[in-house]
């Protein structure tokens, strides 16, 4: 089975993404296409980069996925294709596969070089669509670009511990659909940066000697934070919580609350992409 996933920031009101697919299946009939999210910020490099990291590990290894955000082609960004993890991703030179690359080594990078087999008119995408086909096909990525050794970074994707060690910087790079809010700050750097000590959540420098607008415990999932047995989980919904979600990242969140009538992590502690998280260690 070949499989191409769509990631891109082209929404579902216009025809972009249909005709997209239309493209995918007149190149490769036999293709399964999957949409993993057409909903991406326009031009939003770190939130797409957040999306491929946390949904590619779903599909099974050979998959192609397109990501079409910020993809046009031009005198700072060519096109790229990757092979890493043994799946491939084609994108732009934007920084996306960034997050991608700090984790696990690419086996093989190519620079796209197949502008001036396609027609006069073809778009990016069509670059996109011939190259993730060739590869979907068992092609390989000489055929279709020059190898190169490096990609693009995204240095916000990168959160920063302090150099006495007390502390890590991170920032926003994505807020969900139920209003989460998912900092840059991994799992992985979390633990080596603790060393088993207690820590503090900073969610506002401004306010940070307010302990009211700090957390102290990263839970495991959601409900751990009912820990009382004498109060019902519903006691709960409300209250802020941490947990490093599935894709291995820091999240705040808010209890079981709907942001469509009531609030959110992000509306109701007033956290937006970009801003600072902190965890401080004592």
Not at 8 to 15: A, M, N, R, V
Not at 74 to 84: F, G, P, V
Not at 203 to 211: A, G, I, S
Request: charged share 20%.
């Amino acid at each position: 089975m070949s499989i191409i996933t769509l990631t891109t920031d082209y929404g579902l009101k216009d025809h972009f993404v249909g005709a997209l697919k239309g493209k995918l299946l007149t190149e490769f009939s036999d293709a399964k296409i999957i949409d993993i999210s057409h909903q991406i910020d326009p031009f939003n490099t770190a939130e797409a980069s957040y999306i491929i990291g946390a949904s590619y590990a779903n599909f099974p290894k050979g998959t192609v996925h397109i990501i079409g955000v910020d993809a046009e082609k031009n005198k700072e960004n060519q096109h790229l294709a990757m092979q890493w993890n043994d799946h491939f991703f084609v994108c732009a030179d934007n920084g996306i596969l960034s997050m991608l690359s700090q984790k696990i080594v690419p086996q093989k990078i190519v620079a796209i070089n197949i502008h001036d087999r396609l027609p006069v008119d073809a778009t990016d995408l069509d670059v996109f669509v011939t190259v993730a086909c060739h590869l979907a096909k068992g092609g390989l990525l000489n055929v279709i670009g020059k190898e190169i050794q490096s990609i693009k970074q995204i240095t916000e994707l990168q959160a920063v511990v302090a150099s006495d060690g007390n502390s890590i910087k991170g920032s926003v790079i994505y807020i969900d659909h139920f209003g989460n809010v998912v900092t840059n700050i991994s799992k992985k750097k979390f633990i080596a940066a603790a060393k088993g000590r207690p820590y503090e959540i900073i969610l506002n420098e401004k306010r940070r000697q307010q302990d009211r607008n700090n957390i102290k415990n990263i839970w495991p999932k959601y409900s751990d934070i009912a820990i009382s047995e004498k109060y019902p989980i519903k006691n709960y919904e409300g209250d802020k919580l941490a947990i490093f979600n599935e894709a291995g990242f820091l999240e705040i969140a808010i209890f079981r609350s709907n942001p469509n009538n009531v609030g959110s992590a992000s509306s109701l502690l007033g956290i937006g992409y970009r801003d600072v998280i902190s965890i401080v260690f004592f």
